[in-house]
């Protein structure tokens, strides 16, 4: 059988166009990619991109106060949201613009429309047009969720933040983690008065207990109006604002109100149930260890499997399934001992195993270390860091890192190398200390603070 392409990818955010992009000028694929909103996916448009730049706007505020102490004559404003979000959306602009060429410059035809399955091997388009591929790579990514209740539909999620055309001055944030932990503490620093609830004991769920702790009462201290076990019963839209009634029995109007509650698959509507694509519980594709589904020609990668639902991690499967199946090499992406950073203020750089899950595993030692670090002490803040290792007591490996500090996502990424490359306890005591630093703490410890 003739088809019109040897690849067609829907969904044209990371891992889509990775896949897209080696297939068609490393393989010598013909390739098509089709993607109904905009090119660069929840990353570029509307996750860690925007995210990160809004992270870096609302740190000054501190330095501005750290500056004081050292001797700057700083005078502090408020935060001009007029001035940053257009050039927040021109530097999205220019990122979509930048995978358009690499699209193009490798071959890839795009399709800026809707695609849907109509069987194995045939893609139906929103513009009408109908194509055949002999391999189909779902990349659609995943999709904010809310609740349904009665005026949810007078909530917002992150995806629309970046679209603010004015900052309000109040928000509740609904949610526990990273991307409810992190907005928290961006809004809150760009001047924004923030509350936020989460149903649970602590936040960050899944996250080492010690840390999530610590980034927890840094973020009150911060600012945020942080109340756990809480959730919201009743919303409704009033003239002061949008009326909320919480779990505890508080009421309160919020200029704007904010579900980050979780993400699910963006796999709703493509057609899969139909062709037999087996999804799991909350509608993930279920692929193999090669990415491929139930249905042999159609494969998956990235946030819409929800194995790791990272950038690199979907880059990564997109980059494995193109060895896999255009150079006959079959490659499983490495979902072991993945570095993630949680851009709270301050952060959480982690790698590998909690102290709970390793405890679970193994006898393990814990050495742990919070102190206030140089920078902030002098400047008279009562910020704490914490630096954390989780080490086997038979095999004496490192099987967990996790640093809430400061640039803490620049210092996991490379005590990943370290972790991952199998380093022992002693390995990092025998690595001499860079001083003065926050992270010379993780070679500088020497006694356990507990063994489980």
């Known amino acids: 059988m003739t088809f019109d392409y040897d690849l067609f990818v829907i969904g044209g955010g990371s891992g889509g166009v990775r896949a897209a992009r080696l297939a ?15 090119l660069g996916g929840t990353c570029v448009i509307r996750g860690c991109v925007p995210k990160k730049l809004m992270v870096f706007a609302s740190s000054y505020k501190e330095q501005f106060e750290d500056a004081r102490a050292y001797g700057w004559d700083v005078q502090e404003g408020a935060h001009d949201w007029d001035t940053f979000h257009p050039k927040l959306r021109a530097e999205l602009d220019r990122l979509e613009k930048i995978y358009g060429n690499v699209l193009s410059n490798a071959g890839v035809e795009v399709f800026n429309a809707r695609a ?3 069987d194995a091997h045939t893609v139906s388009l929103s513009t009408g047009e109908t194509v055949t591929a002999k391999h189909i790579l779902i990349a ?7 609740p349904e209740m009665p005026g949810i539909e007078h909530t917002i999620t992150s995806n629309e933040i970046f679209l603010w055309d004015a ?3 109040s928000v509740l944030i609904v949610g526990g983690g990273f991307i ?4 928290a503490c961006i809004l809150n620093g760009l001047g924004l008065e923030v509350t936020q609830f989460y149903r649970g004991a602590q936040v960050l769920r899944g996250f080492d207990d010690e840390a999530r702790g610590h980034v927890a009462e840094e973020m009150k201290t911060g600012g945020v109006n942080l109340h756990v076990g809480t959730d919201v019963l009743a919303i409704e839209k009033r003239d002061a604002g949008i009326w909320v009634k919480d779990s505890n029995g ?3 109007c919020y200029d704007q109100v904010i579900y980050a509650t979780g993400r699910t698959p963006n796999s709703t509507g493509l057609g899969l149930e139909a062709l037999g694509v087996e999804l799991g519980r909350n509608g993930n594709i279920v692929v193999d260890d090669y990415s491929q589904t139930s249905v042999p020609s159609i494969y998956a990668v990235g946030d819409v499997t929800d194995r790791i639902n990272l950038t690199p991690v979907a880059i990564r499967e997109g980059a494995a399934f193109v060895e896999t199946v255009f150079h006959g090499r079959p490659t499983k992406p490495d979902h072991e001992l993945v570095a993630s950073a949680v851009f709270t203020q301050p952060e959480l750089g982690t790698v590998g195993l909690s102290e709970e899950a390793a405890a679970e595993q193994e006898p393990i030692e814990v050495y742990a270390a919070s102190f206030r670090p140089m920078q902030s002490l002098f400047a008279g803040r009562d910020n704490r860091v914490l630096m954390k290792l989780i080490v086997s007591q038979e095999s004496r490996k490192v099987l967990g890192c996790h640093i809430v500090a400061p640039q803490a996502g620049e210092m996991i990424q490379l005590a990943a190398v370290a972790i991952k490359m199998g380093a022992t306890k002693e390995d990092f005591d025998r690595t001499v200390a860079v001083h003065p630093t926050m992270s010379e703490e993780l070679v500088t410890m020497k006694t356990p603070t507990r063994t489980a």
């Open 24 to 38: 068609s000028s490393e393989a010598g694929a013909k390739v098509a990619l089709a993607e109904e909103y905009r």
């Open 116 to 118: 849907t399955l109509k």
């Open 140 to 146: 659609t990514g995943g999709t904010p969720f809310k």
């Open 167 to 169: 900052m309000p001055k």
């Open 180 to 183: 409810a932990c992190e907005f």
């Open 250 to 252: 508080g009421e309160r």
